[in-house]
């Protein structure tokens, strides 16, 4: 991982510090990653203090140092089959958060020197030891609230200026979701989302004149909004700015969509933006016809 993604990474282990300590910082939100890991990663806290409190009260925890010795020993032994998930990557925070708060009443330094300190490590350990997978499959967009309740989701097949979205298709398929992809009409702004067999079925895709892969016009396949709707649609953009703004590529395609949604379905599709950190801006502009989307995910959000 760069040194940006490791500083994302160590802002999620610090953040779930200050929640389990309860630290408040004037002007300071976390994203809506780390709420959704706070959620999650607390509950595993709570399980496992409560489940494994004979053992846990062996650990003799009086400083970072030996915090930082525990924590490695741990997962040493948590990761020493290779296999890396999501359930264990939560794990890690969990397991920092139940460390940090045996550390409390012993450490002379204050709460956010610990957090730091400790945050620190564990980020170490995620990137050493599992950074490449969470690359792999799709980085912290796996831990979305709205994509973990999603059943079905429609996602774009990324061009080479956006972000990737090949291990995100995967794990829809692997978590048993129903994917579906866009199919254009080139000579207007209609498009439909249809049903996608298999991630395997992309490479066989035909490709249209501006590049993309999409099935052919006369292949029949279901079509999400006949078929019960969407839950989730993952939105591409050129630029994208801090109210939730977009810019398309000037057809419409997906501001037409959204519209047919609201017609046809009787909740709304969460519609989450994938970006760079480059694509942001402070405003894009925007006519009465643009739809907003819900969220725009970014490195540093």
């Given at each position: 991982?760069?040194?940006?993604e490791?500083?994302?990474?160590h ?12 630290i ?14 706070q959620d999650?990663?607390?509950s595993?806290?709570?399980?496992v ?12 925890v ?8 525990i ?11 290779g296999i890396v ?23 002379i330094?204050?709460?956010?020197d610990?957090?730091?300190?400790i945050?620190?490590?564990?980020a170490?350990?995620?990137t ?6 969470i690359?792999q ?15 079905r989701?429609?996602i774009f ?12 298709i ?25 049903k ?16 993309i ?8 396949l279901?079509?999400?909004l006949?078929?019960g ?5 993952f939105?591409?953009?050129l ?6 703004n ?7 395609y ?7 949604c609201?017609?046809s379905?009787?909740?709304k599709?969460y519609t ?17 016809n ?6 725009v ?5």
């Amino acid at each position: 991982m760069t040194d940006t993604e490791f500083g994302y990474v160590h802002g999620l282990a610090e953040d779930y510090l200050k929640y389990v300590l309860q630290i408040q910082q004037p002007g300071s939100k976390p994203s809506k990653i780390s709420r959704v890991l706070q959620d999650v990663a607390s509950s595993v806290q709570d399980e496992v203090e409560r489940t494994l409190k004979q053992c846990l009260d062996k650990f003799d925890v009086v400083s970072v140092d030996t915090a930082r010795t525990i924590f490695n020993q741990v997962m040493e032994k948590e990761f020493e089959d290779g296999i890396v998930n999501w359930g264990r990557i939560v794990t890690i925070f969990a397991f920092e958060g139940i460390l940090t708060k045996k550390l409390l009443g012993k450490c002379i330094a204050s709460d956010m020197d610990m957090c730091k300190d400790i945050s620190y490590f564990v980020a170490e350990f995620i990137t050493e030891n599992t950074g490449e997978w969470i690359k792999q499959n799709g980085g912290w967009v796996f831990t979305h609230n709205e994509y973990q309740k999603s059943k079905r989701v429609s996602i774009f097949l990324s061009m080479p200026d956006e972000i990737e979205t090949e291990e995100i298709i995967k794990d829809i398929f692997r978590q048993g979701k129903t994917c579906f992809i866009p199919r254009y009409q080139l000579q207007s702004n209609h498009m439909d989302m249809v049903k996608l067999a298999s991630p395997e079925e992309i490479a066989s895709l035909p490709r249209t004149s501006w590049n993309i892969q999409q099935p052919g016009e006369d292949e029949v396949l279901e079509e999400a909004l006949s078929t019960g709707g969407l839950d989730l649609i993952f939105v591409p953009g050129l630029g994208f700015d801090k109210q939730s703004n977009r810019l398309g590529r000037g057809k419409g395609y997906y501001d037409a969509y959204l519209k047919r949604c609201l017609q046809s379905q009787d909740v709304k599709p969460y519609t989450l933006a994938l970006a760079f950190k480059e694509q942001i801006c402070l405003q894009v502009p925007v006519n009465e016809n643009d739809v907003k989307v819900d969220e725009v995910l970014y490195e540093d959000s």
